[in-house]
């Protein structure tokens, strides 16, 4: 058993981080970006008068200079694609991109003269993709490791151990697209079919001898197809369910195609969504009895473990990887008669080759109690955070109340189950959740530009947390009240410092980058199954959620953002997993339910899921994910504007400055001469007061991008990202912010002393859920009949009964997810510190506390 987590709490605000954090950098040093910008030659440039023509001596000598550093410049980069790392590092990336881009710009002998059109091309793609692999927090493959730290409150400032070499670990995964192209290969074989088990569709519900779909009447069932459809579970053979029902396996398959032809049930080889596809497809073949049937279709999942297992002892062999990455696609192609690269597109999720790899970091890093301390402004921001998803979870709630009751007023008994509701509030959790959440945020807003009073055209505002609290109290201050995944936030904390020394000296700032709000991020696949001691996390999620708690199967992927990757995996054996449209989950798995057997009640005035063995949710639970891709990266506390400052408050910088600029006034881009362009480029850059360092958001670009004003290859990169989004839309703004913290502000070394680019990922977990009693409830408080939704706790005649995964642990505990009775009131809490009631239940004025959320500590 895991040794229970240090806890870490925050100065002010009821908020405390996990011991454990992610130390987020990419896999090249950060200096790398700086040889690129030629020394003396922004100087040189900056001569000139901004908007004039240069010409003349000095023009001449200027622009020999520039030909002489572009050369230069050009070898650098020849350079750095020549090594065999980032040579590897594209492979895993785009192995075309080896062949069509950086093997004929290797083959290229820059000259001056020969610095055409396509050569510069080859060289802004080397360029752009080193300023990823050098100053982007990305995590992804070894240019972009998972690295880990933890909190140590005896110690004081920041600890480095730079380990040994640069990677601890290194994985190699099968994308999931990729293993179910061979699942729907072998289940062309009839006789493979035959050892699948048929299962129901999520959302077909079967009711007094009919099935019932939502927005259909209630369709009547022959009395075997009734009683096939009933043993359709995703665990049963066609042959099992015959001998089940007592029919012949000839009249059981005819009813599984029966039911198939009316789409209620699902007949085919599916491969559960997991960290290891290629391990649940195993498990499925291996279950087949028949050694000629099985044999063959191991063998085929064979072949592709050997060419995973050889990419993985590829290592950063540039050329050892790219032949068994070409090696593994071709057995790919040939077994699965499919792409074994999707292409690029709005439609495609991430992920595109067959594997992928992860990696761990050797670095890990140590915080103590005086950098703890310095993370008041941190507590404030998450308040405010906190604040956002409450208004949002209050919206939907309001939303979904009027769909409930009218599938309830057409329900025949008034039964209204999850799958109905579902599908009648697509696309979830509503049709105008966006129009809700676009709200909440510009109320958000506001409310920070009352509390900061930025004075107009400033460029630096410094503000003192003792001179905030009191107004972020009175704007935001209140128990947490959204739904249960909404005690987490995950916030992004740079430390901008020239080395660890610095930091010990107190010769520091820090930076609160993206705050990703209702969302444990940490729980995601890449990140846990790069940690050494995945229980030390299961540890820390047991510890926010003491009881069971409702999981929504989630795709497999999504357009753009989604993949294996991205998955949670901190699901714990108690928890239930329930299937809405899409059946991701292993039909094996305990606690697995579907959302046709969930029904939505009323209980005391808050819609609740109850589930088929009783256990009793927040409805919001299984709107968890989605309500978060909503919200997840919404919080801001910067006004609208051409220009923003930079706002510190104590030595945290909360807000980088930022420009929003029309590229209509970008007509450097424009420039065909690359030394004009240059040179107007920083002119235009000099008027605006930008700093040497940026970073650019365009919406024609996937991503935000570096740019150096001193390196003309970047300044290159930025006016062909202008020219192609004035070609888009000639009215349209890039977004310019300050790069904090800069290449040279970069603290995390590994065992050769290079430094890199970090910043730190924590887990913050709301305290506070629960703590507020809702008006006018106190007499419905003391009803014997309370409930703890999600806690997998239920009353019933007046005795509190707590689920029997409570039990496993060795005893019940009066406190651990049991919600107790507080003050004599009657009142479930979550946990035992708050004798109170969520304010989930205030719309109805209930004694209900939220969806699986008892904690310890009185968190949510």
């Known amino acids: 058993m895991p040794d229970m987590p240090e806890t870490v709490h925050l100065p002010v605000g009821g908020w405390r981080l996990w011991e454990h954090f992610a130390l987020r950098g990419p896999g090249f040093p ?110 992804i493959g070894f240019f972009g490791p998972v ?63 009919a099935v019932r779909v939502p927005g259909r009447r209630p369709q009547p069932v022959a009395g075997a197809d009734l009683a096939v459809l009933r043993l359709c579970d995703g665990t049963r053979t066609v042959a099992e369910i015959a001998g089940a029902a007592g029919l012949s396996e000839a009249e059981a398959e005819r009813s599984v195609r029966a039911l198939v032809a009316g789409r209620w049930v699902h007949w085919r080889l599916e491969v559960p969504s997991g ?141 209204v189950d999850l799958a109905s509701l579902w599908l009648a509030c697509l696309p979830s959790p509503h049709p105008r959740a966006e129009e809700d959440v676009a709200a909440v945020q510009a109320e958000l807003r506001a409310k920070w530009a009352r509390i900061l009073e930025v004075p107009e055209g400033a460029r630096r505002v410094r503000l003192s947390s003792r001179d905030l609290a009191d107004r972020v109290r009175e704007e935001f201050d209140e128990p947490g ?34 705050m990703h709000c209702a969302l444990n991020t940490m729980g995601a696949s890449l990140f846990v199954h790069q940690h050494a001691d995945r229980g030390a996390l299961v540890a820390e999620t047991s510890r926010d959620f003491p009881g069971p708690r409702l999981l929504p199967m989630l795709p497999k992927e999504l357009p753009l953002k989604w993949s294996t990757r991205s998955r ?22 305990q606690r697995t339910v579907l959302a046709a057997d969930v029904a939505v009640e009323d209980r005391g005035g808050a819609l609740v899921a109850v589930l088929p063995d009783g256990a009793v949710f927040d409805l919001l639970d299984v709107y968890a994910n989605t309500l978060t891709q909503r919200v997840m990266d919404r919080f801001t506390l910067r006004p609208e504007g051409d220009h923003t400052p930079r706002v510190s408050i104590d030595r945290m910088v909360v807000a980088r400055e930022t420009w929003t600029l029309p590229v209509a006034e970008m007509g450097f881009s424009g420039e065909k001469s690359e ?42 990169i930025f006016a062909k990202a202008a020219r192609r989004l004035a070609r888009h839309d000639a009215g349209a703004r890039l977004v310019v912010s300050e790069m904090l913290p800069t290449p040279e502000q970069a603290w995390l070394t590994d065992d050769e002393g290079r430094t890199y680019t970090s910043e730190l990922r924590f887990v913050a977990v709301d305290q506070t859920a629960g703590a507020g009693e809702p008006a006018g409830a106190p007499e419905q408080a003391a009803d014997a009949r309370a409930l703890a939704v999600g806690a997998g706790v239920r009353a019933d005649a ?29 009142v479930l809490t979550r946990g035992a510190r708050v004798p109170a009631v969520d304010a989930v239940g205030r719309a109805g004025g209930a004694a209900v506390a939220t969806a699986g959320a008892a904690r310890s500590e009185g968190g949510r």
């Not at 020549?82 to 000259?111: D, E, K, M, Y």
């Open 275 to 415: 960290t290891y596809p290629e391990a649940g497809l195993r498990a499925i073949l291996e279950r087949i009895g028949d050694p000629a049937v099985r044999e063959p279709a191991l063998e085929r999942l064979a072949v592709l473990e050997r060419g995973r297992d050889a990419v993985g002892a590829a290592g950063t062999d540039d050329a050892a990887l790219t032949a068994a990455l070409g090696a593994l696609e071709a057995d790919f192609a040939a077994l699965t008669a499919t792409e074994a690269q999707r292409a690029k597109g709005a439609r495609t999720a991430p992920c595109r080759g067959v594997v992928y790899a992860d990696c761990r970091r050797s670095a890990t890093a140590v915080l103590g109690r005086e950098l703890l301390g310095e993370l008041t402004p941190l507590a404030l921001c998450l308040t405010a955070a906190r604040w956002m998803t409450n208004r949002v979870a209050e919206r939907i709630r309001g939303r979904l109340r009027p769909l409930w009751e009218r599938l309830a007023a057409e329900a025949d008994g008034g039964r």
């Open 675 to 716: 030394a004009r362009r240059f040179v107007r480029a920083r002119a235009w850059a000099r008027e605006r007061d930008l700093p040497r360092f940026v970073f650019v958001v365009s919406p024609t670009e996937p991503r935000p991008f570096y740019v150096d004003f001193d390196s003309p290859v970047y300044v290159n």
């Open 147 to 209: 690295g880990w730290g933890r909190w140590d409150l005896r110690r004081e400032g920041v600890a480095v151990d730079p380990g040994s070499g640069f990677l601890a670990d290194s994985r190699v995964y099968f994308s999931s697209w990729a293993v179910d192209a061979l699942a729907r290969t072998l289940d062309a074989d009839p006789a493979l079919r035959a050892w699948i088990p048929p299962r129901r569709v999520p959302f077909v519900r079967i009711e007094d001898g």
């Open 30 to 139: 950060a200096g790398g970006v700086l040889r690129l910008a030629p020394p003396g030659l922004a100087r040189a440039a900056d001569g000139f008068a901004a908007g004039g023509d240069p010409a003349g001596p000095e023009w001449e000598a200027f622009t020999g200079e520039f030909d002489e550093a572009a050369v230069r410049t050009a070898r650098l980069l020849q350079e750095i694609a020549g090594s065999p790392r980032f040579r590897a590092a594209v492979a895993w990336q785009n192995p075309a991109v080896l062949r069509t881009g950086v093997a004929p710009f290797l083959a290229w002998t820059p000259t001056a003269a020969g610095r055409t059109s396509m050569p510069r091309q080859r060289e802004e793609l080397v360029a752009h993709y080193w300023q990823r692999f050098c100053v982007k927090n990305d995590t």
């Open 481 to 514: 009240a959204g739904w249960s995944l909404a005690r987490y936030f995950s916030p992004d904390v740079l430390v901008l410092a020239e080395d660890a020394d610095a930091v010990a000296r107190g010769d520091y700032e820090l930076l609160l980058g993206e």
């Open 798 to 826: 007046g005795a509190l009964a707590v689920d029997a995964v409570g039990r496993a642990g060795g005893g019940v505990g009066p406190a651990v997810g049991a919600g107790v009775r507080a003050g004599g009131a009657g």
């Open 568 to 589: 949670p995996s901190l699901e714990r054996p108690e928890d239930y997993h329930v299937a809405l449209v899409d059946h991701t989950g292993d039909p094996l798995r």
